[in-house]
């Protein structure tokens, strides 16, 4: 699936302030190896169903195994694995051979403690690694997690690895013991330690979509084959939200555009940006945030959200908007499925000058059947001219005012909306009182 930068920031997938991105919420990876991973993750979103249905088959696997899910590996086990190979030591003598072992320890006391302290995180990481191979290997696993699983297997398939496996933390191994294994891991591991890794940072990232999946209960999406663009979702909600409203949302061929309206702050950006989110992390493999979802494989997501002006190059707020759907536009006329979502069109000109902009462009826009449009506006009076278009949806968010306060029920209804708040806001507020006073 592509998708831009601008549309990862616009959907919060991604934020500067991480507690601020589904991303960071989704994180719970337990090495920094396992990060990067979902980083990767996060970054190449599936565009066909083949690696979607295995990933989804993956996790479920998982989702089952979570409780029973080893503890030994962590990320200071990692590092230090990493950093021993990386630190200067005298030559390990080999064998196992008494007088070499208190010989080393004697004379190379320094190195020998780093030696001894780096095989206990050994040991700690193949029986960890030992642990995964049999928690996980199951009959009708996804082929890629049975080659990683039958890889791993073969890297640990040592007998020295399996005797070093049976070291748990706090044991006090005699120098001999130190001195053999670490021989081995100096010598002979470093190049299989490095792909098991490897392997286990995959692992983690994975455990950690699926540990998500049980945090916050989402479900998995059904991919339903279509040749048009198809979305259907029933209490799809944000995930950022602490006390999220749910809303329910059907797009197809026959209606594949939201005209919506509403006051400020009746939720229709948050709206715009849970649909985005949902269908992206459909297509990384993983669980959304609705009660059931059912759609087709898109080719991308576009967002028009958070336009910004570029005073270094002399763009104003109004110009960039014009390129930003002149890009959608070049990107969407390929006949490929598109998600195209954008968030009160033309806020940078005169009311006039926005209207007719926005007029332009969705009757541009409604001709490409092939993509699915959520477009909100706060010009509500282009509605009327609209509704001679039977392949768009009306609907609008609800603003009620009791006793000069503003009550949002934040449900999506349908029709347009004619809510104009912005003057109470001010009396609200007190702004008005101030400017009165002057």
């Known amino acids: 699936m592509e998708i831009d930068n601008i549309t990862y920031e616009d959907l919060s997938l991604f934020n500067k302030e991480e507690e601020f991105s589904i991303f960071h919420k989704l994180n719970f990876t337990r090495t920094s190896g396992g990060r990067d991973r979902l980083l990767e993750f996060f970054n190449a979103p599936f565009s066909k169903p083949e690696p979607i249905l295995a990933t989804q088959q993956l996790l479920g696997l998982m989702l089952d195994k979570l409780d029973q899910w080893p503890v030994s590996i962590s990320n200071g086990t990692i590092m ?79 007998d ?54 049980r945090r916050f209960q989402l479900s998995f999406p059904s991919f339903v084959e279509k040749e048009d663009p198809y979305l259907e979702a029933t209490h799809l909600y944000h995930l950022l939200l602490p006390n999220p409203v749910a809303y329910d949302i059907r797009l197809d061929q026959e209606t594949n555009f939201v005209f919506l309206t509403g006051a400020n702050m009746a939720g229709k950006s948050t709206f715009i940006r849970s649909v985005g989110a949902v269908v992206f992390l459909a297509h990384l493999g993983m669980g959304v945030p609705a009660q059931t979802m059912r759609l087709t494989i898109f080719d991308g997501i576009l967002s028009n959200i958070n336009v910004e002006d570029n005073i270094s190059k002399g763009e104003s707020f109004f110009f960039n908007e014009v390129q930003r759907i002149r890009n959608t536009l070049e990107k969407i006329g390929n006949q490929k499925k598109w998600l195209v979502l954008i968030d009160e069109l033309f806020k940078g000109t005169n009311v006039q000058d926005a209207m007719k902009c926005s007029l332009a462009v969705i009757r541009g826009l409604i ?58 806001i001010l009396k609200r507020e007190k702004v008005v009182d101030m400017l009165e006073r002057l």
Do not use: C
Not at 135 to 157: A, F, K, V, Y
Not at 187 to 194: E, L, Q
Not at 397 to 406: I, N, P, R, S
């Open 80 to 158: 230090v694995i990493e950093r021993f190979y990386e630190t200067a030591v005298d030559d390990i003598p080999h064998g196992q051979n008494l007088p070499a072992a208190v010989s080393y320890k004697l004379f190379h006391s320094a190195d020998y403690a780093i030696v001894r302290y780096s095989v206990g995180h050994f040991a700690d990481f193949v029986r960890g690694m030992s642990e995964l191979v049999t928690l996980l290997d199951r009959p009708g696993i996804p082929p890629l997690l049975g080659d990683l699983l039958e890889r791993s297997r073969r890297l640990l398939d040592q």
């Open 160 to 213: 020295i690895l399996k005797e070093l496996a049976t070291v748990r933390s706090g044991d006090k191994l005699n120098p001999i013991k130190v001195i053999y294994f670490g021989h081995y891991v100096r010598y002979s591991f470093k190049t299989a330690v490095k792909s098991l890794i490897e392997i286990h940072h995959r692992l983690d990232a994975w455990y950690s979509m699926a540990m998500a999946m």
């Open 367 to 424: 001709k490409i059947r092939r993509s699915l449009f959520i477009l909100s506006t706060h010009l509500y009076e282009i509605g009327e001219d609209l509704k001679v278009y039977p392949n768009i949806l009306f609907n609008y968010f609800e603003t009620a005012v009791k006793d000069d306060q503003l009550e949002f029920s934040y449900q999506l209804k349908p029709g347009i909306s004619n809510d104009r708040i912005g003057y109470l």
